[in-house]
Each structure stands twice: as structure tokens, then as C-alpha cells.
């Protein structure tokens, strides 16, 4: 058990952490010109969880935390402003601001890497649009906590660079493209399983509000979700 609340609390550092701004530009042409069944899987997971709506954002307000057997671990307050890429963090009692893309002190490096962690899980089907990867689709696959058949995608950075290269994700996701479950491992081989869940719509898009491990020993879950 102390290995598996390690291993979590270190993944909420680590997870997801991509150069997230290869792919971004030039993306508010839209796909849904397109007719849906011909676009990659990709596309289409993107599409259904709002990436229409996301475009049309000024700011994204967000907390993110994290509770490992019921004491929370993290929280971080978010304010984003994607169309002029400045980010602020409020976390225990102190404010950083910073705009992606300049040249980072070092604490707004440190930021930046949590910023991407954040809203990885936050946003993690636009990353399918936004940034490098190889892929490998399933129409059939057993998810690893409901042990239900759903559609698998499998994700894997093979070193594209960001803050943790060489990890991997095993998304399950029903016919409708909204994801319930997924694994991450990391580059040496450490996974972490979860659900996707709890979601709620804000301005178009749909957010999974919850993600919990098999026991819910694990949770990380978002709070104060405003867009605008």
C-alpha cells in the first residue's frame, strides 16, 4: 500500500506532463466540416467532449485537488487565459502569474510544469488534437477497473520531450468517445489506474469532475470550475 500512495502522489506531478503547444496553432479551423465517422478516432474523441466551444474561451478558472486515503495532498487554484496563454496559479496562500512561451524564472518553471500536469486532467481529449504521439486504436478492449468492454486507445510520447517524456496512456471510452477509465504509465513502468467520471457541462464543454482508483484510496477531483 505505502508503494501504490507513493507511486500516486508522484503521478500527480508527472502525469501528462507534454509540450502541449506542438499542434495548438492553427487548430481553430474546425474538423466538423468533416463528417464525423471519417475523422480519426482522435478527432473524434476531441470533438465530443466540446473542442468547438473550447476555442471560443477567454478564461478558465479551475481547482485542482488531490486526496490519498481521505487527506488532501494538493490544491491548486487555476486562471487561464488560452488566447494570450497567461496562466496564474494561487497555491497555499501565494499567487504566481506567468505567460507560456516567455522565458521562465524558476518558479514559474515549476508552475508551468504543474499548470500541464493540471490540465492534462482537466482537458486530457484535446491533447489527442494538441500535441505529438503514436497511437493504437481498439474497437474492443476490457477496461482494468469495470471490467466492462468498451473502444481502447493507446497513446504512447516515445520521448516528443515536455517535463516527462516516454509515458504512456491506456484510454477506455464508450460509443458516445467520453472516456471512463484510463491507466497512465509512466517511462520506468509505474501505473496508475483511474476512472473518469462525474461529469458536468460548463459552456459546451463536458468535464470528468472525478477520477478514482479501484478502491477510491485515490482521488483527484476538480472544484470551482468557472469558463468563460
Not at 486562471?79 to 502569474?97: A, D, R, Y
Amino acid at each position: 500500500m505505502k508503494k501504490i500512495l507513493s507511486l500516486c502522489l508522484l503521478l500527480t506531478f508527472l502525469i501528462g506532463c507534454k509540450d502541449n503547444q506542438s499542434k495548438s496553432e492553427g487548430l481553430e479551423a474546425t474538423v466538423s466540416e468533416i463528417k464525423s465517422e471519417e475523422l480519426p478516432i482522435t478527432a473524434q474523441i476531441a470533438n465530443a467532449n466540446g473542442m468547438e466551444k473550447f476555442n471560443e474561451l477567454d478564461e478558465l478558472n479551475f481547482t485542482f485537488n488531490v486526496k490519498v486515503n481521505d487527506t488532501l495532498r494538493s490544491n491548486r487554484a487555476w486562471k487561464w487565459f488560452p488566447k494570450t496563454k497567461k496562466v496564474e496559479l494561487t497555491e497555499k496562500g501565494e499567487t504566481i502569474s506567468y505567460t507560456q512561451g516567455d522565458s521562465l524564472t524558476e518558479n514559474a518553471l515549476a508552475a508551468d510544469q504543474k499548470f500541464i500536469n493540471d490540465s492534462y486532467w482537466l482537458l486530457f481529449p484535446y491533447q489527442l488534437m494538441w500535441s505529438d504521439f503514436e497511437s493504437t486504436y481498439n474497437e474492443k478492449g476490457i477496461s482494468p477497473i469495470s471490467n466492462e468492454e468498451m473502444k481502447m486507445l493507446t497513446v504512447s510520447y516515445k520521448g516528443k520531450g515536455g517535463y516527462s517524456p516516454d509515458d504512456s496512456y491506456h484510454i477506455f471510452f464508450g460509443e458516445d468517445n467520453m472516456i471512463k477509465e484510463w491507466t497512465y504509465v509512466s517511462s520506468t513502468g509505474r501505473e496508475l489506474t483511474t476512472t473518469w467520471e462525474d461529469y458536468e457541462t460548463f459552456k459546451g464543454i463536458p468535464i470528468a469532475k472525478m477520477h478514482k482508483s479501484a478502491d477510491s484510496s485515490f482521488q483527484l477531483y476538480f472544484t470551482d470550475i468557472k469558463f468563460k
